[in-house]
């Protein structure tokens, strides 16, 4: 007897076959310079910053079904669910540095979960307080031409401004969430040297679209701000929230000083901050998230549990005393450092040398079961070429402000892949 598929179903065979089988390339690059360079307030802007980076931006979308994006808003909801029971709570704090211990108000700008999606559904592969290619995803989206009639169903929200409104409520949220005024005057988007980033781009984008809501914006060097007088200046001016773009989670370093001392003050709002990150990126989270007896014990609801069961690869801390049984079951693991960011020193397990595999046996490190990326074949040079691809949900507060994909090379998502970089996600 033949069966109907449900609706589900469909949509995630359409997108598994525009995935493989849709080749059109939908980004106009012409237009995109030169709305960035509108954007930025003067002409030469998409020349110099984006131009040197040839692989930041992929020519063609990811669909994506959406049974799989909610399945991934649910797991996301599990976890900020999971972030708000008393005993979950102690157990992720009690392994963080002392700065993260004291909760300002903040919920943290621009949360970043990446999923990758196999046949059984997205699988959350980590989660990020400093993640990166918000503002530029949100650019690209309208950015885009449709080339056929999937892609125009599927540019229609993706070509709104409900990003931008929602970047700028966020902010404010931040602001009154930590103090009672209506919205700070000043923002500095703050990161090392900023204009050596490579998503420097992202940082002018940003702080436009906060001069364009009526909030006074500048970019800065972490390690120029000064402390004094219980207010935080940069370039003499005075600062009232740090959009926080570090990856020094705990502001340790030499150079965050004034930073860290206004932070822990109260004189400024940060966010992301460290409270921030100990609650929802320390990789050591995930050994927690990943363990439902552990879940049930902290009071989390079956529903619950049961989504982050089936959405996260179990993950377990790498010790002296396991680390043996783990070599020997290293072909079905990826490895990563617990205080490592953006891809560094992680390794697939099948490609551990025993130089590397003495490092992660001392510690340091968790073991979490491989979860194989999804797949975007491209046209490039005239040949088809297949393409690993994540998707990223920027989220705030537990609510989804945007959703994007990264297609690459290698162990990792990277920027260095030909006919890869950041994709829009046209949901189907």
């Given at each position: 007897?033949?069966t109907?598929?449900?609706?589900?179903?469909?949509?995630?065979?359409?997108?598994?076959?525009?995935?493989?089988?849709?080749?059109?390339?939908?980004?106009?690059?012409?237009?995109?310079?030169?709305?960035?360079?509108?954007?930025?307030g003067?002409?030469g802007?998409?020349?110099?910053f984006m131009?040197?980076?040839?692989?930041?931006?992929?020519?063609?979308?990811?669909?994506l079904?959406?049974?799989?994006?909610?399945e991934?808003?649910?797991?996301?909801?599990?976890i900020?669910?999971?972030?708000?029971?008393?005993?979950?709570?102690?157990?992720?704090?009690?392994?963080?540095?002392?700065?993260?211990?004291?909760?300002?108000?903040?919920?943290?700008?621009?949360m970043g979960?990446?999923?990758?999606?196999?046949?059984?559904?997205?699988?959350?592969?980590?989660?990020n307080t400093?993640?990166g290619?918000?503002?530029?995803?949100?650019?690209?989206?309208?950015?885009q031409?449709?080339c056929?009639?999937?892609?125009?169903?599927?540019?229609?929200?993706?070509?709104?401004?409900?990003?931008?409104?929602?970047?700028?409520?966020m902010?404010?949220?931040?602001?009154?969430?930590?103090?009672?005024?209506e919205?700070?005057?000043?923002?500095a988007?703050?990161?090392?040297?900023?204009?050596?980033?490579?998503l420097?781009?992202?940082?002018?984008?940003?702080?436009?679209?906060?001069v364009k809501?009526?909030?006074?914006?500048?970019?800065?060097?972490?390690?120029?701000?000064?402390?004094?007088?219980g207010?935080?200046?940069?370039?003499?001016q005075?600062?009232?929230?740090?959009?926080?773009?570090?990856v020094?989670?705990?502001?340790?370093?030499?150079e965050?000083?004034?930073?860290?001392?206004a932070?822990?003050?109260g004189?400024?709002?940060?966010?992301?901050?460290?409270?921030?990150?100990?609650?929802?990126?320390s990789?050591?989270?995930?050994?927690?998230?990943?363990?439902?007896?552990?879940?049930?014990?902290?009071?989390?609801s079956?529903?619950?549990r049961?989504?982050?069961?089936?959405?996260?690869?179990?993950?377990?801390?790498?010790t002296?005393?396991?680390?043996?049984a783990?070599?020997?079951?290293?072909?079905?693991?990826?490895?990563?450092?617990?205080?490592?960011?953006g891809?560094?020193?992680?390794?697939r397990?099948?490609?551990?040398?025993?130089?590397?595999?003495?490092?992660?046996?001392?510690?340091?490190?968790?073991?979490?079961?491989?979860a194989?990326?999804?797949?975007?074949?491209?046209?490039?040079?005239?040949?088809?070429?297949?393409?690993k691809?994540?998707?990223?949900?920027?989220?705030?507060?537990?609510?989804?402000l945007?959703?994007?994909?990264?297609?690459y090379?290698?162990?990792?998502?990277?920027?260095?892949?030909p006919?890869?970089?950041?994709?829009?996600?046209?949901v189907?």
């Amino acid at each position: 007897m033949h069966t109907v598929p449900s609706v589900a179903e469909a949509s995630r065979a359409i997108s598994t076959r525009l995935n493989r089988n849709c080749f059109c390339i939908t980004l106009d690059r012409a237009a995109l310079c030169a709305a960035l360079d509108q954007e930025a307030g003067y002409t030469g802007f998409c020349e110099a910053f984006m131009k040197s980076r040839a692989n930041l931006f992929s020519n063609v979308p990811v669909f994506l079904a959406a049974s799989a994006l909610g399945e991934m808003v649910g797991i996301v909801d599990a976890i900020e669910c999971a972030t708000r029971l008393p005993a979950y709570r102690d157990a992720v704090l009690s392994w963080a540095p002392e700065i993260a211990q004291r909760d300002f108000g903040p919920a943290g700008a621009l949360m970043g979960y990446d999923f990758h999606l196999d046949d059984d559904g997205p699988k959350l592969i980590e989660v990020n307080t400093n993640a990166g290619g918000a503002f530029l995803n949100a650019f690209l989206a309208k950015a885009q031409k449709a080339c056929c009639a999937e892609v125009e169903q599927g540019l229609i929200s993706a070509k709104d401004d409900k990003f931008e409104t929602g970047a700028a409520a966020m902010f404010r949220n931040e602001w009154r969430r930590q103090f009672e005024t209506e919205s700070p005057r000043r923002i500095a988007i703050v990161d090392d040297r900023p204009e050596e980033q490579y998503l420097y781009p992202e940082f002018v984008l940003a702080k436009q679209l906060l001069v364009k809501h009526g909030i006074d914006a500048v970019i800065g060097d972490a390690s120029e701000l000064q402390y004094d007088g219980g207010k935080l200046r940069l370039g003499g001016q005075e600062i009232n929230l740090v959009y926080n773009r570090l990856v020094d989670f705990a502001l340790d370093l030499p150079e965050h000083a004034a930073l860290k001392q206004a932070y822990q003050d109260g004189a400024v709002v940060v966010t992301p901050n460290p409270h921030n990150h100990a609650l929802f990126a320390s990789k050591r989270n995930l050994t927690l998230l990943s363990d439902p007896e552990v879940l049930e014990t902290f009071g989390l609801s079956p529903e619950m549990r049961l989504r982050l069961a089936g959405g996260v690869p179990r993950t377990t801390l790498v010790t002296p005393e396991n680390a043996d049984a783990f070599w020997q079951s290293r072909k079905d693991l990826f490895f990563k450092p617990l205080s490592g960011h953006g891809g560094k020193a992680v390794y697939r397990g099948d490609k551990v040398t025993r130089g590397v595999w003495a490092e992660i046996a001392r510690g340091g490190y968790v073991a979490q079961v491989f979860a194989a990326p999804g797949q975007r074949m491209i046209e490039i040079d005239g040949s088809l070429a297949p393409r690993k691809m994540d998707v990223r949900l920027y989220i705030y507060d537990g609510r989804l402000l945007l959703a994007a994909a990264r297609l690459y090379q290698g162990q990792t998502t990277n920027f260095r892949t030909p006919g890869g970089g950041f994709a829009p996600v046209l949901v189907i």
